[in-house]
Each structure stands twice: as structure tokens, then as C-alpha cells.
């Protein structure tokens, strides 16, 4: 994988929140359900999903940025040029150190790693110190993708997914579920000399044919007859949840919106949001009792005077 700095498009120096702005937006435009017909989108999606598992992970990413691992997570080769003075790199376990080079480098460190352990006194070239090895790498994560439904995501509805080993796991969805947001199944990863990686699971929400998400609130424009707007009436309204009861009150214009409480998405901090529900006025097309019932009456109300017209 390319430098997970420039897959994202963000500086070294971005931010946590940069970050993770970044990997959404892009985890969006190429999440393989909307890119169906570009078949390197989802070789795209998986290069992003990685950079931002190891950059979102504070531990993972000031190892890169030392230089200890890859952009794959794996353990960087012993040299490496880089920082102040063109010298070798620090000690990856980010101790004091003496020596030479602009970064402090100790070059006892890597006369041990070629050619075998020193002993309590000097190494080659007399370098002094008692040091150990790093400390062996948990193996590497595995990305997982799933997609789910717009009203599973809403009442955080059990999904199952297969993992790479075959098995099959049930996942509760977290609140404030949304596409981007990453779950992490520890120890499902690649197995590794300190034990196995995790899984991170990237899920997508799909969209939903009459509902629309508004931050934690689910918005809904509901049809209703002439009949129901003047008279007023109880109708059946669908939820996410399934159908309630709802008051239309007598006089009910187009654009009204009523107001569901705890129908909407779960939120982080506990609890749900709403759903808002829009009044659209349904009226009948080349009706002639209808027509000839308007006839016989007129609403002479300046209605547009607000407008100046």
C-alpha cells in the first residue's frame, strides 16, 4: 500500500478529526455499492479503509512515522535513512539514545541484530549498553466491509458477518451508526509472533425508498386525502419501527410536520432521535365532484400577501 498519508490527502502533521474527515469522505465516493461499475473501486476503498486503521490507531502511527513499520503495518526493515543529519534511525522503542548520526541513532542496537547477541560488557566495535530486542508484533488486521439496511442501522438490528477463517460472528451495531463508522473484533486479524491482529469492520448504510436521514431525526413526507387535511383524522403512519397511530389535526396544510418521539436513529450519548413527519396534501386529478364542489365555493384570503404579491 502506498504511504496512508497520501491516500487519505492529508498532510503528516493532520489532525485526529483531519483524519478521520478525510477517510469519510472518501470511504463514501468509493464504497463499491455506488461505484458498481468501476471494478477498482473497491481495491481503492481497501487502500483507504487501511491507511485510516493505521493512522486512526495513535500507537500504529507514530510507529510509521519513526519508521518501525510499513504502511501495511509490518515491521520496517532495520535500516533506514531518514531525519535530522542523514543518519540511521532511533531506537524503535523510542529510549535515550548516544552515538552517531542526527537522529542519535544507536549503532550498537544494529551491530546486535546482525550479528548476534553482545553480552553484559561492549558489542563490536565497543559499543556498551545491555539492550533487548523489540518486543514481537501482534499479527496484521484484516478489513471487513458490510453493508447494512437504513432501518437495521436505526434500531441497531444484530447483523452476522463471515470472517476469513469461515466463522460467522453476530455484530450489535453501535449508536449513532453511519456509513464510515469502523468496528474493531478484537484478535479476528492475521495471526503474528504476540498473538492475532483485529478485524475492522467498515460498515455502509444503505438508502431507504420514503425515509431520509437528518443527523439523528428520520424525515418522512406523508400523503394524505383533502378529506383528512379538512377534517382532521387518525391514519396509520410506517415507522422504522413499524406503523403508529398519528393525529392529523383538522385544517392541515402541505408542508406541516409532526413530530414522533424516539422514532429516529440511536444516538451516541443514549437514546433516540425522532422521526419528522411532512403533511403533503394529496389532491386527485380531473375529479368532477371535486371540481364541482369548488365551484360552488371561494376562499378569498389574501394568502400571498406576505409574499408583496
Known amino acids: 500500500m502506498a504511504d496512508p498519508y497520501s491516500t487519505l490527502g492529508v498532510a ?9 474527515t478525510a477517510y469519510r469522505k472518501l470511504a463514501k465516493e468509493l464504497h463499491p455499492d455506488r461505484n458498481k ?5 473497491a ?7 487501511k491507511a485510516y486503521d493505521l493512522l486512526s490507531d495513535k500507537t500504529k502511527r507514530a510507529q510509521f512515522d519513526r519508521g518501525e513499520i510499513d504502511a501495511d503495518g509490518n515491521p520496517a526493515m532495520p535500516f533506514g535513512f531518514g531525519g535530522g543529519g542523514g543518519g540511521f534511525r532511533g ?27 553482545r553480552g553484559g560488557g561492549g558489542g563490536p566495535f565497543g559499543f556498551g549498553g545491555n539492550r533487548h530486542a523489540p518486543p514481537p508484533a501482534k499479527g496484521a488486521n484484516v478489513g471487513y466491509r458490510l453493508s447494512v439496511s437504513f432501518v437495521d442501522a436505526a434500531t441497531q438490528a444484530m447483523q452476522r458477518i463471515t ?7 453476530d455484530l450489535k451495531l453501535p449508536a449513532g451508526v453511519e456509513t464510515g463508522t469502523q468496528m474493531r473484533l478484537a484478535g479476528k486479524g492475521h495471526p503474528g509472533a504476540a498473538g492475532h491482529g483485529d478485524g475492522i469492520v467498515t460498515i455502509a448504510v444503505g438508502d431507504h425508498p420514503f425515509y431520509v436521514r437528518e443527523g439523528d431525526n428520520i424525515r418522512l413526507d406523508l ?23 398519528l393525529s392529523i389535526p383538522a385544517g392541515a396544510t402541505s408542508g406541516k410536520v409532526m413530530r414522533l418521539k424516539g422514532k429516529g ?3 451516541k450519548g443514549g437514546g433516540r432521535g425522532d422521526q419528522l413527519v411532512r ?19 371561494t376562499d378569498g384570503r389574501a394568502v400571498r400577501a406576505d409574499l408583496g404579491v
Open 12 to 20: 503528516k502533521a493532520a489532525s485526529e478529526a483531519e483524519i478521520k
Open 37 to 41: 461499475d468501476k471494478p477498482n473501486a
Open 43 to 49: 481495491e481503492k476503498f481497501s487502500d483507504v479503509t
Open 91 to 117: 531506537d524503535p522503542r523510542g529510549q535515550p539514545q548516544g552515538g552517531f548520526g542526527g537522529d542519535g541513532a544507536d549503532f550498537g542496537d544494529i551491530f546486535e541484530g546482525l550479528f548476534g547477541g
Open 163 to 169: 470472517l476469513a477463517d469461515g466463522k460467522t460472528i
Open 223 to 245: 400523503p394524505i386525502t383533502l378529506n383528512e387535511a379538512v377534517k382532521g383524522a387518525k391514519i396509520k403512519v410506517p415507522t422504522v419501527d413499524g406503523p403508529v397511530m
Open 265 to 267: 436513529f440511536s444516538r
Open 279 to 297: 403533511l403533503m396534501v394529496d389532491i386527485p386529478k380531473e375529479d368532477a365532484d371535486l371540481a364541482r364542489l369548488i365551484e360552488a365555493w
